[in-house]
């Protein structure tokens, strides 16, 4: 079906390169159509709109109408991890690894770049399958957007701003390319550079629920401290953020020596967490609380919490 419609789309006269660039093919190994039909709906929740909560009873409904379906497996799980859900994200994408050799080269290529780079944590084998991904299917974008995660979380700066550009290139419309791109930048303190980022996703009417934090860390790198608030303020109510903004504010509490509010904000922090189902995090942020204890030489505290 994928190779049909783009050697028609080729003799109706459409130019190569917008072919490749609104090339989007049928990747997905399964023998139900139903099955299909989910995982496309998954997809385009994911696509146009950045909803990983909402794709995941798309792909649980592909996989229930078809148990084999190992890609529908690995995109699950990494909307599981997105949504902060690593423990039955990292399940989902070994399951698929697991099923990986019933599938085509390019499915192949997710699972085990996404299996190294999520499950087993083996950074030099999740960075040698993107980079084999980008050779073999240089207009994919989702290689490129991923190792620049990687190479953030590595240290490497310049390397990963090189990878996000190229996917930013290759999908102008993906939130999570721009916010990692954001993330680098403050890093590196350009926050002139973060600013052209936001407003460049804002212009292409690109959103994504990670923007929020990239807003906040900005105002606080400024001394910001009214958008930092309208910022606390944008992500009430909304699953899988609002706690992460409440942690934000914690950890500034504590950096201006506020230990009373810090803990207080950790733990709206972690019951925001629980209200979402997500225990993981939950006990991220107690951690973080029980680390910022021993900072400031309350140990008792820190290994009771």
């Known amino acids: 079906l994928s190779d049909g419609a783009t050697k028609l789309r080729s003799r109706l006269g459409e130019s190569l390169a917008t072919i ?10 399964t023998g139900s159509l139903a099955a299909l039909q989910a995982y496309s709906l998954a997809i385009t929740a994911i696509d146009t709109k950045g909803e990983y909560r909402a794709a995941i009873p798309f792909f649980e409904r592909a996989i229930k109408v078809d148990p084999n379906f190992a890609i529908a497996y690995a995109r ?7 949504f902060n859900q690593p423990a ?11 099923s990986r050799e019933r599938v085509s080269e390019r499915e192949r290529l997710y699972i085990e770049s996404h299996y190294y780079d999520m499950v087993t944590g083996e950074a030099d084998k999740a960075v040698e399958t993107y980079q084999l991904w980008e050779k073999t299917y240089p207009y994919d974008f989702v290689p490129y957007a991923n190792l620049g995660v990687i190479y953030c979380n590595l240290g490497h700066p310049e390397e990963s701003i090189s990878e996000e550009l190229e996917a930013l290139r290759l999908n102008g419309n993906d939130g999570l390319s721009y916010s990692s791109l954001a993330s680098v930048y403050i890093n590196l303190n350009q926050f002139d550079k973060v600013d052209e980022v936001l407003n460049e996703a804002k212009a292409r009417k690109v959103d994504s629920t990670f923007f929020v934090g990239d807003r906040y860390q900005l105002a606080f790198m400024r001394h910001n401290e009214a958008e930092m608030e309208r910022q606390v303020a944008a992500a009430v109510g909304k699953p899988g953020i609002e706690n992460l903004l409440i942690g934000y504010r914690g950890d500034t ?3 201006h020596g506020q230990l009373a509010k810090a803990r207080e904000y950790t733990r709206q922090a972690i019951a925001s967490a629980r209200q979402d189902g997500d225990e993981e995090t939950a006990l991220g942020y107690a951690a973080i609380g029980a680390l910022r204890e021993a900072e400031f030489g309350n140990r008792g505290a820190a290994t009771r919490q």
């Open 76 to 82: 699950l799980g990494n909307a599981y991890i997105n």
């Open 253 to 255: 509490e504590a950096y």
């Open 88 to 98: 039955l994200g990292a399940a989902a994408i070994r399951k698929a690894y697991e």
């Open 20 to 29: 490749r660039k609104y090339d989007t093919p049928v990747e997905a190994t």
